[in-house]
C-alpha cells in the first residue's frame, strides 16, 4: 500500500517561509503527477500547485503564484512545496497527492488524485 506522509508544517509569522515535504513510500511513484492542495477550516479543498509526470510541467493558483515553489527530488521520493511571503489566508491544512493511471494531466482537479497524504498543518500569524 502507498503512502504519502507530509511534514514541515508549522507556525509563522506573516511574511516568513515554511517548507512543506511529500515522502512516498513506495520507490519512483513520486514520479507520478504530483500535486499540492490545502483546505481551511470551513472552506472547500483547494489547489495549490502542482508538477506533471515525465516532463516536469508546473502550474500554481493565482493565489500562490509568484510566492510559492514545488519541486521534486526522485532521489529522495519527496516532493516539496517552499513557501515564501506568506500570509495569514495561507493557514490551512495542506495535502500532498499523486495522480497514479490518468489518461492525461489534470492538475487543479482533485478528483483526479487517488493517493493522498494525512495533511500537515500551516498557521500564518498576522
Known amino acids: 500500500q502507498v503512502q504519502l506522509v507530509e511534514s514541515g508544517g508549522g507556525l509563522v509569522q506573516a511574511g516568513g517561509s515554511l517548507r512543506v515535504s511529500c515522502a512516498a513510500s513506495?520507490?519512483?511513484?513520486?514520479?507520478?503527477?504530483m500535486g499540492w492542495f490545502r483546505q481551511a477550516p470551513g472552506k472547500a479543498r483547494e489547489f495549490v500547485a502542482a508538477?506533471?509526470?515525465?516532463?516536469?510541467?508546473?502550474h500554481y493558483s493565482d493565489s500562490v503564484k509568484g510566492r510559492f515553489t514545488i519541486s521534486r527530488d526522485s532521489a529522495k521520493n519527496t516532493v516539496y512545496l517552499q513557501m515564501n511571503s506568506l500570509k495569514p489566508e495561507d493557514t490551512a491544512v495542506y495535502y500532498c497527492?499523486?495522480?497514479?493511471?490518468?489518461?492525461?494531466?489534470?492538475?487543479?482537479?482533485?478528483?483526479?488524485?487517488?493517493?493522498w497524504g494525512q495533511g500537515t498543518q500551516v498557521t500564518v500569524s498576522s
Open positions: 497527492a499523486a495522480q497514479v493511471g490518468s489518461d492525461a494531466w489534470y492538475p487543479t482537479l482533485f478528483t483526479k488524485y487517488n493517493y
Open positions: 513506495v520507490r519512483t511513484f513520486i514520479n507520478y503527477p
Open positions: 508538477i506533471s509526470g515525465s516532463d516536469g510541467r508546473i
